[in-house]
């Protein structure tokens, strides 16, 4: 075998160097111990497992929701090439995040961040997911059976459920709130992510296209 060069071993190293340095966002929530109160509330709150079906106070409402769907299909097609599950999963994401009192286009920002909305990634922590929900979260307010995570609804139903716990915790402060998501909890990295990647799922109806 050809020895490498002393360039070439120099820019190897320094390659690996800056992959090593990159920053990793995936989900570790620390366990923490819940009061009766609040576990019973979580465990309530991620129950009843019914198809998501959005409903509207209005036509322009539901018109206003359609008008979304259309342009945030278009968004995550590259990542969801098949229209019938970018669809499913855009539809349940919104009732779910609607649901948890969560912005739509922060929690897309959370997926994009977490898990580049791969369904069945496993963080080098153990989270699952979408939503990259820490398993012990199962066994803490649902059935214990963390290979449901890999399941659509339910993943996003406990992330948007962890999620606004975590809101409640910090009495409405988001960004230490995606710190406590994250395990990284006052560190700005994280947060900062979220929020950028927020930016692209932000939706504007001038962004429709005319048919």
């Not at 560190?187 to 504007?204: D, E, L």
Request: positive net charge.
């Amino acid at each position: 075998m050809a020895r490498l060069s002393r360039r070439s071993c120099l820019l190897a190293a320094a390659s690996w160097a800056a992959w090593a340095h990159l920053p990793v966002y995936a989900g570790a929530q620390l366990e923490e111990p819940l009061i009766d109160s609040v576990r019973s509330a979580l465990q309530a709150a991620v129950s009843d497992l019914s198809p998501p079906e959005p409903v509207f106070a209005s036509t322009d409402a539901r018109l206003n929701y359609l008008r979304w769907l259309t342009v945030t299909s278009d968004k995550l097609r590259r990542r969801m090439p098949d229209w019938e599950a970018r669809r499913d999963f855009l539809q349940t994401l919104w009732y779910e995040a609607k649901r948890a009192g969560l912005e739509v286009s922060l929690v897309l920002g959370l997926i994009q961040v977490e898990s580049g909305f791969r369904r069945f990634v496993i963080s080098h922590a153990g989270a699952r997911g979408y939503m990259q929900i820490m398993p012990f979260w199962v066994r803490v307010i649902g059935d214990g059976d963390a290979s449901k995570l890999f399941h659509m609804q339910t993943n996003l139903r406990f992330g948007c459920v962890i999620l606004r716990h975590y809101l409640d915790l910090e009495k409405g402060d988001m960004y230490m709130a995606l710190g406590r998501y994250n395990g990284s909890r006052g560190r700005p990295q994280y947060p900062n992510a979220v929020f950028a990647a927020q930016r692209q799922w932000v939706f504007n109806p001038q962004e429709v296209r005319p048919a």
